[in-house]
């Protein structure tokens, strides 16, 4: 009786942890080759580096983590003259690597995202990994972020 009170007074409503949801309409998807849930865990709260910062850098690769979300577009974008739906969902990506010795980097990119997708799909992840090397690549509109096998 007494706590119901208290909830009245403080317009608190107390419920299970089964009551907690996600209250948005964003997909995400994880891949990765680190089974340790503690580990990931803090990956995705804190890295060492931003790849952005580390240009001609080698990086000795041992763990990766991609990660893509989708998320429906608030106004899709339609073709005028037919009302065909061209665009109707915003995609972007984060990519998170792990050095031999637990350092770890991250980025944002999606053409660096997309470029190291391509290579784990062509090549695959050993347990010895494998050593690239942080580049900047000329684009129309600037310049993105890459890298390249040593």
Known sequence: MENEENVQETNLVVQGLSGMSKRTETKGS???????????????????????DCEGELIDV???????????LKEPVVNEETGEILKDKEYSMACILVDREGKSYATGSKMFTIQMMRYIEMFGLDENGFVI???KNKQEKGKSLGFELV
């Open 30 to 52: 994880i891949f990765t080759n680190i089974d340790d849930k503690k580990v990931l865990f803090n990956l995705e709260n804190k890295v060492d580096a931003l790849l952005n």
């Open 62 to 72: 041992r763990y990766v983590i991609i990660k893509r979300y989708e998320k429906p």
């Open 133 to 135: 090397k942080i580049t």
